[in-house]
């Protein structure tokens, strides 16, 4: 059974930096496909960063590009969001995806492409 647990969020200030961390269970990590969404009031869920199974292939939204890094460390089945100059716009509950892919250097950036999410974790950012 797969499990994705984040943790990192939290309250910050404008122009200031967080790190989330995403453990996974459940499943050999190194095979899957990774990412991190987020969701601010009253909004739909969004794509944030993908990477794909060996690290090689990674994708940021346009609102992140240059801002936030995503990465994965496979000796901890962990996967990161490096989030750096942080706005008020970025405040959300971030949640970190789980698509079994095989050896496939994509990166997936639609939420029906992941079947396993984690509870999510909470970043906000003040003005």
């Known amino acids: 059974q797969v499990q994705l647990v984040e943790s990192g969020g939290g309250l910050v200030q404008a122009g200031d930096s967080l790190r989330l961390s995403c453990a996974a269970s459940?499943?050999?990590?190194?095979?899957?496909?990774m990412g991190w969404f987020r969701q601010a009031p009253g909004k739909e869920r969004s794509f944030v960063a993908a990477?794909?199974?060996?690290?090689?292939?990674?994708l940021h939204a346009d609102s992140v590009k240059g801002r936030f890094t995503i990465s994965r460390d496979d000796a901890k089945n962990t996967v990161y969001l490096q989030m750096d100059s942080l706005k008020p716009e970025d405040t959300a509950v971030y949640y970190c995806?789980?698509?079994?892919?095989?050896?496939?250097?994509?990166?997936?950036?639609?939420?029906?492409?992941?079947?396993?999410w984690g509870q999510g974790t909470q970043v906000t950012v003040s003005s």
């Open positions: 990477i794909s199974w060996s690290g090689a292939s990674t």
């Open positions: 459940g499943h050999r990590f190194s095979s899957c496909a």
């Open positions: 995806t789980l698509r079994i892919s095989g050896y496939s250097d994509i990166c997936y950036s639609k939420t029906y492409e992941y079947p396993y």
